[in-house]
């Protein structure tokens, strides 16, 4: 096989599977080692804008923040919100995912990764916390609006509005927090156990958090995403 | 500068960490009351600590998984001892298992001094679980940490260390002593130890491979030059013990020979066949180690090179960095949310290579190049919207109909299409919807093509499935949806659909188009539907 065949190859399988791993495609995986094959992938990795991240015994594509073409975007997230989803919903599900995130891998030492599982309603309740502090404090507007924007009180307003736990509903908070839930699962990043009462973050969620997302080097593209979003 | 500390209290933070062990099982946290409460005084903590023998005993002797149920039958078993107390087992083996000794899934530390070194966080973790992939769902098991073995040694066993000694020293003055069936038990608790050995060497992997930052290099030196180095001396030291038992069977058979019918002789021969199956079982599950332990270096030392060439220094925190931010977002921003997941979420290769992307380009040619187009050009630059709306009302019909049938099927496996019609007519106010471009019979006559609608084989092949999002009727999108809704898909199996006689379903009903009401009659076979549960 030529080393643009099998350099297609491994790019199909990242593509495909999102990883290329030792033990379910050993053969490429070692090719995937090969210097004339790597500077292959080098050139895609720029023309397709995505990164690979490289560990012993797997590798990830990491889409770029803003590639379009490979990764997701705010319609992608709509349409699996629903077909009746607001923008509203799309933040709140982008908010609490987020949240799930800070708390697995809140960690300030040297491993970030703080928890081995959590349960729904655990988040919930800080989610709760959370928007009541804010709500709480609505007498004073006027440095509310310092500290929040007008459309995060609305959102906060929004989760104070949803039921808290009713099995055949689904506007509820923990509703929506497994449908953050779900949605992260789909993905591959963790997988809920206990008749939807538990999460825990898959190896791969893991191996990108820990080896990449977090990495201090990556504030500079997070802020631009905040500042040219239009 | 440290002062200067008597030198009795050199390794006292060893004591210590036993300590910290009994705290989070006395002092527990996350204490949930309405259970506490139907405990006598110090119960809690007596089922606590045999749970922990369970859980050793379980992954030990057994070699087995021990899981959630498991732990819960465990329960079912001792808590007769405790007198009458009405608890679910499995609510129990839950909040023993997941709230104290996993502390909610939280770290806990307890402080502990070391005079050489200062005050030490330690993290107390008597079990660790471990998520399996089964066929169908996740199984999540759990075994004892090595601080849980150590801990558990500690209070009944002796020192880790020189227990595999003491053990073989036992078995081997045992059988010099010719008392066959105390060494048949020591040889067992050779093998329990050894296996204790094994899954010590496979947490330390699984742990590196997770997570190299929750790995210690004190740990790697302690795996591999203390285990291994004492491994390989009781592997000599085992031999040894097989060429005694040996010489004791050779002996027996002579005393067999001379005295046939002695039952004493016949019972020792059972036991010293036994002792060696387990001397045996240990010498292979010593060498099975013994040979892995260059890839245990190897992937360490890999592991390392890649902490060390991905290392990040400093890490952001996602609280400053990103929610706060978010917090103080303008709406109009919210667009941009994508971008924040783009690296952690799948390449979505459907949307790139989705056929029905190459549809619509198609269609937009034929906007400029045929004329009698423009009708329904102008519906889609003009009401866009509307066009959607009407594709995601068709969509989420079908998904209905198709859901629907499951929910009935539940009720009543093998039905005709006449009775689902009724059983849709009674549910909903108004079925319009469903009958709306003949969606319902339409759907039924697409299902009828299909023939059987296997869902299980749907599951397994779902990875490879791209959904038809085109409007049209298509199996996919509806289980797709249904899952969403319902994992487990209704514990459908199967539907089928077809129709074995000459039976029609007739209908009419009135319909709404540009103020006008149209009367419909509709003619179809009346279908039989089997839903396999």
């Known amino acids: 096989m030529s080393e643009l065949k099998t350099a297609l190859n491994i790019f199909r399988i990242l593509l495909k599977k999102g990883e290329l791993s030792k033990d379910n495609d050993l053969e490429l995986f070692i090719e995937f080692k090969n210097p004339d094959i790597r500077t292959i992938l080098y050139d895609f990795e720029e023309v397709f804008e995505f990164d690979i991240v490289e560990l012993s015994h797997i590798a990830y594509i990491i889409p770029n923040s803003s590639n379009d073409l490979l990764g997701w975007t705010s319609k992608n997230m709509r349409e699996w919100l629903g077909s009746d989803a607001r923008l509203v919903d799309v933040f709140l599900n982008s908010y609490i995912s987020m949240f799930i995130l800070h708390i697995f891998y809140g960690g300030k030492n040297r491993n970030p990764k703080q928890r081995d599982f959590i349960r729904i309603h655990e988040i919930v309740e800080k989610l709760d916390e959370r928007f009541i502090r804010i709500l709480s404090n609505s007498e004073d507007y006027e440095k509310m609006e310092e500290k929040y924007s007008i459309n995060f009180i609305k959102i906060a307003q929004e989760w104070d509005s949803k039921q808290g736990y009713d099995e055949n509903s689904r506007k509820t908070k923990t509703y929506t927090v497994i449908k953050a839930a779900r949605f992260m699962q789909k993905e591959d ?42 | 500068m440290i002062a200067k500390y008597p030198e009795y209290l050199e390794g006292f933070y060893k004591r210590m960490q036993v300590s910290g062990a009994v705290d989070s099982i006395v002092n527990r946290r996350e204490r949930k009351m309405d259970i506490e409460n139907r405990f006598n005084s110090g119960d809690l903590e007596n089922i606590l600590f045999s749970l922990l023998v369970f859980i050793m005993e379980k992954t030990l002797s057994e070699d087995n998984e021990c899981s959630i149920n498991n732990i819960a039958d465990f329960l079912g078993l001792i808590l007769p001892f405790y007198g009458e107390i009405d608890i679910d087992n499995l609510i129990l083996a839950e909040y023993l298992v997941k709230d104290i000794l996993q502390n909610g899934g939280k770290p806990r530390f307890f402080d502990i001094m070391d005079y050489s070194a200062g005050k030490i966080k330690y993290r ?47 078995l081997k003055e045992l059988i010099k002593r010719k008392n066959y069936k105390k060494a048949v038990l020591q040889s067992r608790s050779l093998v329990q130890m050894v296996r204790q050995k094994k899954s010590e060497i496979l947490r330390f992997l699984e742990k590196l491979r997770e997570n190299i930052y929750s790995v210690d290099v004190a740990e790697y030196e302690i795996i591999i030059k203390g285990t291994y180095a004492l491994l390989e001396d009781e592997y000599k030291v085992m031999d040894d013990i097989h060429k005694t038992v040996k010489l004791s069977e050779f002996n027996l058979f002579k005393d067999e020979n001379s005295d046939s019918d002695n039952v004493e002789i016949r019972k020792a021969k059972n036991d010293i066949a036994e002792i060696l199956k387990n001397i045996d079982r240990t010498v292979s599950e010593q060498r099975e180690l013994i040979i892995n332990r260059h890839n245990l270096s190897k992937i360490y030392i890999d592991t390392i090179g890649d902490s060390f060439s991905k290392t990040i220094n400093r890490r952001f925190d996602i609280e400053d960095e990103i929610l706060c931010v978010m917090e103080k977002l303008s709406e109009d921003k919210y667009c941009c949310l994508w971008k924040l997941f783009n690296p952690i979420f799948k390449p979505d290769i459907k949307n790139i290579l989705n056929l029905i992307k190459l549809y619509e380009r198609q269609y937009k040619l034929r906007e400029k190049e045929f004329a009698n187009f423009s009708d329904i050009v102008e519906n889609l630059t003009e009401n866009d919207e509307s066009i959607i709306f009407l594709e995601k009302e068709r969509t989420n019909a079908y998904i209905d109909i198709v859901k629907n049938i499951m929910i009935y099927g539940k009720e009543f496996n093998k039905f005709r299409f006449s009775d689902f019609f009724s059983f849709l007519n009674e549910k909903y106010e108004n079925i319009d919807v469903f009958t709306s471009e003949e969606r319902i019979f339409r759907t039924m006559l697409k299902l009828y093509d299909i023939g059987l609608l296997d869902i299980i084989a749907w599951k397994k092949e779902r990875e490879n499935i791209i959904a038809d999002i085109s409007g049209e009727f298509d199996a996919n999108v509806c289980l797709y949806a249904i899952e969403d809704e319902n994992p487990d898909i209704y514990n459908v199996i199967s539907i089928k659909i077809s129709k074995d006689d000459n039976v029609n379903f007739e209908c009419e009903y009135t319909i709404s188009e540009n103020n006008l009401n149209i009367n419909k009659k509709i003619i179809l076979s009346d279908f039989l539907i089997e839903v396999q549960i």
């Open chain 1, 189 to 230: 990043l963790i997988i809920i156990l206990d008749d939807n009462r538990e999460i825990r973050s898959t190896s791969k969620l893991d191996d990108i958090m820990i080896n990449y997302y977090l990495d201090q080097d990556r504030v500079k593209d997070i802020r631009e995403i905040f500042e040219d979003a239009i």
């Open chain 2, 124 to 170: 107390v973790k008597l079990i660790d679980d471990k998520v399996i992939y089964t066929e169908k769902s996740y199984k999540v098991i759990y075994r004892l940490t090595d601080q849980g073995y150590d801990f558990l040694f500690r209070t009944k066993e002796v020192d880790d260390e020189i227990s595999f000694t003491i053990e073989e020293l036992k």
